[in-house]
């Protein structure tokens, strides 16, 4: 079934002001590439994301979905709206909470900041400019009017992906102001806050987290062992390796190290000493999940997966392993993503591209 034309009315929803019975989740996915890093507008883009998307992962066993979206998809840039976009945000949120779907908004891309930006060619503006920043704040405001109407229980705002600060004061500075903003008109609304350099678990310790505030949820991204969950990813560094990789144990053999060109070798030589498990998995996270439970707040993986092409042994045993950290340290997730090149549904197709690592994700298959 295709999302009607009209806006959906909100199904329970109460206003911000209201005390909320809480933002609960457990597993999801994102809904990747079509309200954000996407080209794609008008039929297309409206048949994107469908009423039995939803229905789909209800059945799966998600209890919820991340819905990156990017600037220039909702604003041209005059700044004026543009409205098919804001009509697919609202008629998503209301698909997700007849499926009893929460759903978490996240500001993936803005003109002043791009978590790519560096390797692309670009700049960001946002943290040295205080125009820039004030362009942010306006922009929730906007989203503001638009969803103060949905239910705290059932949406959350995640008010920027992936920060890349050069200080991670500057970062910490723009959560303050954008914070303040939001809790102005939404004293309840559950917002997803996370850590500078493309939210790694390895600047958690720095990260500056809004005092006297409950209804925050901490956020970090993972895709650790790169080479196993990136392996061949034409936009890498290891693009040009095609040498066997393990996991669990030491991802590259000295065999292998040695039979590398000269040339791939130094992207390679950090997987040939230390061996990759659930152990190290926990070690690597253990910053993040130490502050979540210093200020007793939600931890919440935003973004982990393995790239399609992977061999599936291998990403399954990754995935067994993340998702038995997340459950032992009670760490709610996404996995990037639900249908695009880490996903694990095939929307042209209309057919799952992986039955098993859904069903596993979906907590189906316990294997």
């Known amino acids: 079934m295709l999302l009607a034309a009209s806006v959906i009315s909100s199904c329970g929803t109460n206003t911000a002001q209201e005390k909320s019975e809480g933002f609960k989740i457990k597993r999801g996915t994102n809904l990747s590439h079509w309200l954000s890093q996407s080209t794609v507008r008008g039929e297309e883009r409206k048949n994107h994301i469908q009423e039995d998307d939803f229905a789909r992962l209800d059945s799966l066993g998600f209890d919820h979905v991340r819905i990156p979206i990017d600037e220039e998809q909702f604003w041209d840039e ?211 999940i130490d502050v979540a439970k210093k200020y007793g707040l939600q931890l919440f993986c935003g973004e982990w997966g393995v790239y399609c092409p992977v061999e599936r042994d291998l990403a399954y045993a990754w995935t067994k392993d993340m998702l038995q950290v997340f459950d032992e340290f009670n760490v709610a997730w996404t996995t990037w993503c639900y249908d695009a090149d880490f996903g694990f549904w095939d929307q042209e197709k209309h057919c799952f591209k992986d039955k098993p690592l859904a069903e596993m994700l979906g907590g189906k298959n316990k294997k």
């Open 78 to 288: 005059q700044g004026n709206k543009l409205p098919e976009a804001w009509s697919l945000l609202k008629n998503a949120l209301n698909l997700a909470r007849k499926y009893n779907i929460r759903a978490i908004v996240d500001l993936h891309i803005i003109r002043a900041h791009y978590f790519n930006a560096a390797n692309e060619g670009g700049k960001n503006t946002l943290f040295t400019d205080e125009k820039a920043q004030e362009g942010l704040i306006n922009l929730w405001g906007q989203l503001q009017d638009s969803l103060i109407n949905f239910s705290t229980d059932w949406v959350a705002y995640e008010f920027m992906n992936e920060p890349v600060a050069e200080e991670h004061e500057q970062w910490n500075n723009v959560i303050a102001k954008v914070h303040k903003a939001i809790r102005k008109r939404e004293p309840n609304r559950t917002l997803v806050i996370g850590s500078n350099r493309w939210q790694g678990v390895e600047t958690f310790k720095y990260l500056k987290v809004p005092e006297n505030d409950k209804n925050i949820i901490l956020s970090f991204h993972y895709y650790n062992p790169m080479i196993v969950t990136h392996y061949g990813a034409w936009w890498t560094n290891l693009k040009d390796f095609h040498g066997k990789v393990t996991y669990p144990g030491i991802p590259v053999s000295k065999e292998t190290y040695e039979a590398t060109p000269d040339s791939i070798k130094p992207f390679i030589e950090q997987y040939t000493t230390e061996e990759w498990n659930k152990e190290k998995i926990y070690s690597q996270m253990k910053d993040a």
